[in-house]
């Protein structure tokens, strides 16, 4: 288990524009953005694999981008395009062992979240 810690969450109007970072403490395999929104459940945004592939939620495709920077052991979201139901709870999540945003099962580690919320 790594810690994680979360920044950068923010109010915005929609079309606006918003980065959240994650920093661990040591290099992991998997990291990845989850979210949830009141009386939702919680649903996969975008998932990085160390040296690899990132994959996005269908939901975010062309509007959100996850890149890691490995010497900080950080994984940053950059979020554009921001619509109202992009409004929740971001949590950071790292895995030693799967990498998915089909589901949050497995993951290892979890951020204390930070919050989007998006008016229109």
């Known amino acids: 288990e790594v810690q994680l810690v979360e920044s950068g969450g923010g109010s915005v109007q929609a079309g606006g524009s918003l980065t959240l970072s994650c920093t661990t403490t040591?290099?992991?395999?998997?990291m990845a953005w989850f979210r949830q929104a009141p009386g939702k459940e919680r649903e996969g945004v975008a998932s990085s694999v160390l040296g690899g592939r990132v994959s996005y939620a269908d939901s975010v495709k062309g509007r959100f981008s996850a890149s890691r920077d490995y010497p900080k052991y950080t994984l940053h979201l950059q979020m554009d395009n921001l619509k109202p139901e992009d409004t929740a709870m971001y949590y950071c999540?790292?895995?030693?062992?799967?990498?998915?945003?089909?589901?949050?099962?497995?993951?290892?580690?979890w951020g204390q979240g930070t919050q989007v919320s998006v008016s229109s």
């Open positions: 040591s290099s992991v395999y998997c």
């Open positions: 999540a790292a895995s030693i062992s799967r990498c998915t945003v089909q589901s949050g099962d497995g993951y290892d580690s």
